[in-house]
């Protein structure tokens, strides 16, 4: 038998990943009694939040839009660092390699010069100066991004949750689906136990797991795939391959993207080729050889510094990407006041803030501008990807 609604709040924020996590510290400072829910907890290692980082790129190609809220995040994600005095954001900068005159960086440079965002077109030989440890092998140029870097993605998460509760915030701990409704309306949400959640608006920010607790909406929506990622160990005493000494780095045509060494950890390096279907809940996080293989083939090219250096730490990741990789935020077909909010597809982890800010103007009703309709709930045309590996595979 189910028991009674133990809390009521304005907004229940379901999933504390980056997406749910700023909504609810946002909406907060909007005056919203706010309610965050997780399984696992904020910033946990099967969330697609969880890893130590991720990138924080302005690049986006011919598109401006995403280079505009890259922007916005970065401030927000500096501002969160200040206030809880850790630091989140490492402006290492992101380094592009280009392996044609006219692609994916070249597009990225004239959007961002039109945008005044800092950005550097180098040739081969500049790159080799400035980071000789770098193979310069079929390099036609590189883009610098010197105001970008990485974000140290699970404390940021963590520290966000924790600013949330400073500022007012409630968290629980507790794996909810949708409960009671009336009409078209959801009243609450329940946990096994039967514990009850009753709010005005709810927000479903549960990443890959938003395809399973929805499956007639969202189901064919968005796809969740198994990501490997390795950490390669830099030799004893070699500080080349450091935070300090290296950008972050993108090679969108091979389909390969790392950041630096820091915090004492190894050198990560991903292959964005899209893996097999995963449940984010119970499979096994076990790189395939097959990844490792196509890593070191890629190293042997750009970082030969780190070729037969051995790996130190093997991450599993997962993306639920949509067809056309723009993020999903839209009202719930069925309940007036149900908000889907994900579809990260590889590179939403940054821009975190940001859709914090756009859930929060459409819960008060602010009408969104044409270029926001690209998040809306409906059948989407495949694209070519915002991240590196939505164009092609990474080469076996
Ligand atoms: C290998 C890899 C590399 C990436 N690189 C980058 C990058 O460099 N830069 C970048 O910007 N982005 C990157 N991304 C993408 C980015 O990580 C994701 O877009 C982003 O983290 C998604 O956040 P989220 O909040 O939507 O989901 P999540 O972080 O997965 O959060 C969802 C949360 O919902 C909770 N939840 C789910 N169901 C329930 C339930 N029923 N009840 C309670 N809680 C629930 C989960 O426990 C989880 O904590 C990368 C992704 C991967 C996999």
């Known amino acids: 038998m189910s028991r009674t609604t ?52 302005n690049s986006h190609g011919t598109d401006p839009f995403y280079s505009r809220w890259a922007r916005r995040a970065r401030e927000h994600w500096i501002a969160l660092g200040e206030q809880v005095a850790e630091q989140i954001f490492v402006q290492a900068g992101v380094l592009w390699f280009a392996g044609r005159r006219d692609g994916f960086e070249a597009d990225s440079y004239r959007t961002l010069a039109a945008l005044d965002i800092p950005v550097e077109h180098l040739s081969p030989e500049e790159v ?13 140029f590189a883009l610098f991004e010197p105001e970008a870097g990485f974000l140290l993605a699970r404390r940021g998460v963590a520290a966000a949750a ?83 000494k290296l950008p972050a780095w993108v090679d969108y045509d091979e389909a390969f993207w790392g950041v630096p060494a820091h915090d004492e950890r190894g050198f990560k390096i991903g292959p964005d080729r899209e ?76 821009h975190g803030p940001a859709i914090g800010e756009h859930v929060v103007a459409r819960l008060d009703g602010r009408a969104v501008g044409p270029d926001e309709e690209r998040f809306g709930l409906r059948e989407r045309e495949p694209q070519p990807g915002m991240r590196t590996g939505g164009h092609q595979p990474a080469r076996a």
């Open 6 to 57: 133990e809390r009521r709040a304005d907004l229940v924020v379901v999933g504390a990943g980056t997406m749910g996590t700023w909504t609810a510290l946002l909406a907060g400072r909007s005056g919203r009694s706010t309610i965050l829910v997780d399984a696992f907890g904020a910033g946990h290692p099967r969330a697609t939040s969880g890893d130590e980082n991720r990138i924080i790129r």
């Open 128 to 140: 080799g100066a400035r980071w000789p440890q770098v193979g310069l092998d079929s390099l036609s």
């Open 162 to 244: 924790r600013q949330f509760g400073r500022e007012g915030g409630t968290f629980r701990l507790a794996d909810l689906r949708p409960g009671r409704t009336d009409g078209h309306r959801l009243l609450d949400v329940v946990d096994g136990a039967g514990e009850r959640i009753a709010a005005g608006t709810f927000v479903f920010a549960c990443g890959p797991w938003l395809p399973g607790l929805f499956p007639e909406a969202v189901g064919s929506l968005i796809k969740v795939t198994k990501q490997d990622v390795i950490y390669i160990g830099p030799a004893a005493g070699d500080g080349r391959f450091r935070s300090d």
């Open 275 to 350: 893996g097999p279907p995963f449940d984010p809940s119970s499979e096994d996080r076990v790189v395939d050889s097959s990844s490792i293989d196509v890593v070191r083939r890629y190293l042997a090219l750009r970082f030969p510094g780190l070729a037969d250096q051995p790996i130190v730490e093997t991450r599993v990741c997962q993306y639920e990407t949509t067809p056309d990789t723009h993020f999903l935020i839209d009202r719930h077909p069925d309940w007036d006041n149900v908000w889907l909010v994900g579809g990260g597809s590889g590179h939403g982890f940054k």
